[in-house]
C-alpha cells in the first residue's frame, strides 16, 4: 500500500528564514515523488519531482531512501510562498497510476 | 486555453438532489481523475480511467458514478446528496511520460 505522511499540518516561519517540509512515505516497491502546491484559490499544481531534481522557485527535495523521505527545503522564505504544499507518492512502472497523497502543510510565511 | 476545465465552480444543492460536476481535458492524456478535497484540505482520490476504462475506485459510495465518454471527458455524477459530500472536487489529467497531474480549478459543492 502506498502511504504518505506529513507530519505538520502548520508551519508558520518569518520571511527569510529557512523552511522544511517534512515528508515521509511507506511503499514496497520503487516510489516516484512529488510536491504540490495549492496558493489561496487556486489549483493545484506541481512544484517539483524527485526524478527531475531540479530547483523551483528555490524549492529542493531530495530523496532519501534509506529514511523514505522527502523533505521539501528552501534556504530563505519568501511571503509568497504562503500555501499549502502536498507531498505525493506513485508507484514507477508496472502501469501503476494512483497518485497518493499527504494531507497536506499549510505554510505562512510572515513579514 | 485552459488544460483542464471543470463545471460549474460552484454548486449549492438540497440534501437527496442529484447533481452531476462535468471535465474536460485538452492535453492529450489517456488518464483522468477525480478528487475530493475535504474541509480540513485532505486531498483523497476517488477516481481514475485510462483510455475511457475505469482502472482506480477507492471504495468511494455508489451514489457517486464516473463517466467517461471519451478519453478528453471524465463526468461525476452524485445521486442523493449528503451534507459530508459537501467539498471542493478536483480534476486531473496525467503525463504519462513525467507522471505529473494537471490540476482542474476545483468544483466547490455546498449540500444544505
Known amino acids: 500500500a502506498q502511504r504518505v505522511t506529513q507530519p505538520e499540518k502548520l508551519l508558520s516561519v518569518f520571511k527569510g528564514a529557512p523552511v522544511e517540509l517534512k515528508c515521509n512515505y511507506s511503499y514496497s516497491g520503487s516510489p516516484e515523488l512529488f510536491w504540490y502546491v495549492q496558493y489561496s484559490r487556486q489549483r493545484l499544481q506541481l512544484l517539483l519531482r524527485?526524478?527531475s531534481r531540479e530547483s523551483i522557485k528555490g524549492f529542493t527535495a531530495d530523496l532519501n531512501k534509506g529514511e523514505t523521505s522527502f523533505h521539501l527545503k528552501k534556504p530563505f522564505a519568501q511571503e509568497e510562498d504562503s500555501a499549502m504544499y502536498y507531498c505525493a507518492l506513485s508507484g514507477r512502472g508496472g502501469g501503476s497510476e494512483k497518485l497518493v497523497f499527504g494531507k497536506g502543510t499549510k505554510l505562512t510565511v510572515n513579514p | 486555453d485552459t488544460a483542464v476545465s471543470q463545471t460549474p465552480k460552484y454548486l449549492v444543492t438540497q440534501m437527496g438532489n442529484d447533481k452531476s460536476i462535468k471535465c474536460e481535458q485538452n492535453?492529450?492524456?489517456?488518464?483522468m481523475y477525480w478528487y475530493k478535497q475535504d474541509s480540513k484540505k485532505f486531498l483523497k482520490i476517488m477516481f481514475s480511467y485510462n483510455n475511457k476504462e475505469l482502472i482506480i475506485n477507492e471504495t468511494v459510495p455508489n451514489r457517486f458514478s464516473p463517466k467517461s465518454p471519451d478519453k478528453a471527458h471524465l463526468n461525476l455524477h452524485i445521486n442523493s446528496l449528503e451534507l459530508g459530500d459537501s467539498a471542493v472536487y478536483f480534476c486531473?489529467?496525467?503525463?504519462?511520460?513525467?507522471?505529473?497531474?494537471?490540476f482542474g480549478e476545483g468544483s466547490r459543492l455546498t449540500v444544505l
Open positions: 524527485h526524478i
Open positions: 492535453l492529450g492524456h489517456d488518464t
Open positions: 486531473a489529467s496525467r503525463d504519462r511520460g513525467t507522471g505529473e497531474l494537471f
